[in-house]
């Protein structure tokens, strides 16, 4: 089963996915800990992994304080370069547990660290997007090493080829929007819609967003896994 948390300041979801008595943990918050911990507490679990999906910018991760807690393998890809990180991570490596296999997919573009995850159970297949794919839209590239050329490439060569009915979970999302699927995302997302790639490429570099609030903190905190 996979339970679900929200983080309302960040828009971040957070997922906890148990089998038997071990669970994964991807993109955990450090404002929500002891909510993570009281329910592994709860139900007698084993948390083995806690992943980053990417070394994020708008909250504090809590890899490094569920490592603390519960002797967890820390996991983000290698090339965040995050020196905290017990397991750094490469494009198609497997994590396992229980009777599970997560697949790790690198998906640069909205930062150069940024990966996927692909897992099947019980006959069901998931993608853990993190912030390469939103739903109805998709992660911005204009920080952290980003780029727009990357992304549609993670986007239109590693992502699309996944089977259509593959429930997309994205970390984020900022509309009450729970999960997708990448047949319906690439029917009806706006960005998965333009007619080629330059003018993908030519609107996310002209987005103009502001910088999230938290992004000075979150970063540094975050290449220590949320360990000040």
Do not use: W
Not at 71 to 83: D, K, N, P, R, Y
Request: charged share 25%; with cysteine; aromatic share 8%.
């Amino acid at each position: 089963m996979i339970e679900r948390f929200f983080h309302a300041e960040s828009s971040t979801h957070t997922y906890l996915i148990i089998r038997g008595n071990e669970c994964v943990i991807i993109d955990p918050v450090l404002d929500d800990v002891d909510q993570y911990s009281d329910l592994i507490k709860a139900q007698n679990l084993k948390l083995a992994y806690a992943i980053d999906t990417h070394i994020h910018a708008d909250h504090i991760t809590a890899l490094g304080e569920l490592r603390e807690r519960h002797g967890c393998i820390t996991v983000m890809g290698e090339q965040s370069q995050a020196a905290c990180v017990s397991q750094p991570i490469r494009c198609d490596d497997v994590i396992e547990f229980a009777d599970l296999k997560i697949k790790a997919l690198f998906t640069p573009g909205h930062t150069d660290d940024s990966y996927c995850y692909y897992m099947e159970m019980d006959s069901m297949k998931y993608l853990f997007t993190g912030d390469t794919l939103l739903i109805n839209g998709c992660g911005r590239t204009d920080f952290q090493n980003g780029s727009s050329a990357d992304l549609y490439a993670s986007l239109f060569t590693t992502l699309r080829k996944h089977d259509s009915k593959t429930i997309v979970l994205p970390a984020h999302d900022y509309n009450g929007k729970l999960q997708s699927t990448l047949g319906h995302e690439f029917e009806n997302n706006p960005r998965l819609n333009f007619s080629n790639r330059e003018e993908f490429i030519e609107f996310m570099d002209n987005l103009n967003l502001p910088d999230p609030k938290l992004m000075d903190a979150a970063v540094t905190a975050n290449k220590n896994c949320g360990i000040s």
